[in-house]
């Protein structure tokens, strides 16, 4: 079966620190790639997401991804991250022709002031 | 514009009733989509409708489960005879096609005592 994991089931740093999430899926041809936040309270956002051409996708409030083929991951990245930035992450993946999404289990980020 | 709603925010009911949970997806997305997301199973697929295509079942965990989609437009997500395990956000995604990413709604959290 098809699968979506993440690395990290939470991670907590500092503000400013930089921050990266894994995210890999199994092998089973042409891929769209997502990451959603959910923050506190709040329903889920699409950050960003990935479906061809260059492999590095930037997104919204600083966030970016890179999608590595031969990996089969797409991890996502934030060179300095706020106490804002606290919530959970998911990365999502859609199999080219079939449009329901398989997500990881989420990584819940805290960021201390 | 008006994203996606779903009503009600809210449901507790007791086991063995039937519940219908009902989503209003972004004027114009030809794609709606029902996931449920709990403590122990994370974020998971229910059915999806495209256009006029039949739609895509292969999600929904028993033949409680049914939904259907009016119009084109609105759809309801119907629980009988609801089990505890049934408890969890159900939540309700549209888009305008597989590469455009889905767009969530808040979830209608259900408590089944």
């Known amino acids: 079966a098809q699968s979506v994991s993440q690395h990290n089931h939470h991670v907590i740093l500092s503000e400013a620190a930089s921050l990266e999430l894994g995210c890999n899926y199994s092998?089973?041809?042409?891929?769209?790639l997502f990451w959603y936040v959910q923050y506190p309270g709040q329903h889920l956002q699409l950050l960003l997401k990935?479906?061809?051409?260059?492999?590095l996708v930037k997104g919204i409030k600083g966030f970016e991804a890179e999608f590595i083929k031969s990996k089969f991951s797409f991890n996502l990245r934030k060179p300095s991250v706020q106490w804002s930035d606290t919530a959970e992450y998911f990365c999502?993946?859609?199999?080219?022709?079939?449009?329901?999404?398989?997500f990881g289990a989420g990584t819940t980020v805290t960021v201390r002031a | 514009g008006a994203g996606v709603s779903q009503s009600p925010s809210n449901k507790v009911t007791e086991k063995g009733k039937d519940v219908e949970l009902r989503c209003d997806p972004i004027?114009?997305?030809?794609?709606l989509y029902w996931y449920r997301q709990s403590l122990g199973q994370g974020l998971e697929f229910l059915i999806y409708?495209?256009?006029?295509?039949?739609?895509?079942k292969s999600g929904l965990p028993s033949d409680r489960f049914s939904a259907e989609r009016t119009g084109g437009s609105v759809s309801t997500l119907t629980i009988q005879r609801t089990q505890q395990e049934d408890s969890a956000v159900y939540l309700c995604?549209?888009?305008?096609?597989?590469?455009?990413?889905?767009?969530f709604g808040p979830g209608t959290r259900l408590t089944v005592t």
């Open positions: 995604a549209s888009s305008l096609g597989q590469r455009s990413g889905q767009y």
């Open positions: 092998y089973g041809g042409t891929v769209n």
């Open positions: 990935y479906f061809s051409g260059d492999p």
């Open positions: 999502a993946v859609n199999w080219v022709n079939d449009y329901k999404l398989s």
């Open positions: 004027s114009g997305h030809t794609a």
């Open positions: 409708f495209q256009g006029n295509s039949a739609p895509d």
